[in-house]
């Protein structure tokens, strides 16, 4: 099976939704809207003057608003249409910024750059078979003390709605449209897999990086998953039982060696 030809077309068909919906909101972010939420902006901090990698980027939203903020930033993505709208938008907003279709694991095996941040966020890691790969990937990007940002959905969330939340080795095949509001019922092939969170700090440690945080958050700012409950001024919140679910979690690991 070609999961990477599935996945590939699936987001080139999302892309084209995704730059006019209301979720990704473009038209703010080009008035100056930051994509980025407190949880990110929180835990990676003052990015200015630093290099930063964006590991699946999507169409560049995340990586420009690093761009503000004073990074210097390259941006990968495995869809080649969200790699052509990013650089659509960064030239509409005049700013620096490079952007790379591919695979995380194939850039990984090609790239000769490393940088001072590497940062990938929310719905990245079900797209990925090898989290050895990715992780060899970013501790091989990674300056001598550079820090790695990830924010990520909760598996527990995915386990409520049906999922493993161990991962079995096999992929979940699935005929699927999108999560934006203006998804228009047409569905691709998508191909993901089920990653605990403790393969997730595994696979960071045995790629030499240094776990300095781990942190999970019981608000999304996304209303992207069913029975979410909006509460003012956190975000969105999921009750089992009456008790909430995690549904964010977040690491920071540093490469010592």
Known sequence: MDYLSLNKSAWDKRTKIHVKSAFYDVDAFKKGKCSLNPVELEQVGDVEGKTLLHLQCHFGQDTLSWARLGADVTGVDLSADAIAEANL???SLGLRATFIEGDVVRFGAENRQQFDIVFTSYG??????????WAATISAALKHGGEFHL???????????????FSTGEPDIEEE?????NCDGATSTTVTWSHSISDVLSA??????????FTEYPYSPYNCFEGLDFVPGQGYQMLHKGNQVPLLYAIKARKTA
Not at 154 to 165: A, C, I, K, R, T
Not at 204 to 213: C, D, K, P, R, T
């Open 89 to 91: 938008l960064k030239q």
């Open 124 to 133: 990245v890691l079900s797209w990925l078979p090898d989290l050895a790969g």
């Open 151 to 165: 924010v990520e959905f909760h598996p527990f969330n995915e386990l409520l709605s049906g999922y493993s939340y």
């Open 177 to 181: 449209g999108t999560y934006t509001e």
């Open 204 to 213: 960071l440690i045995g790629a030499g990086l240094s776990v300095e945080s």
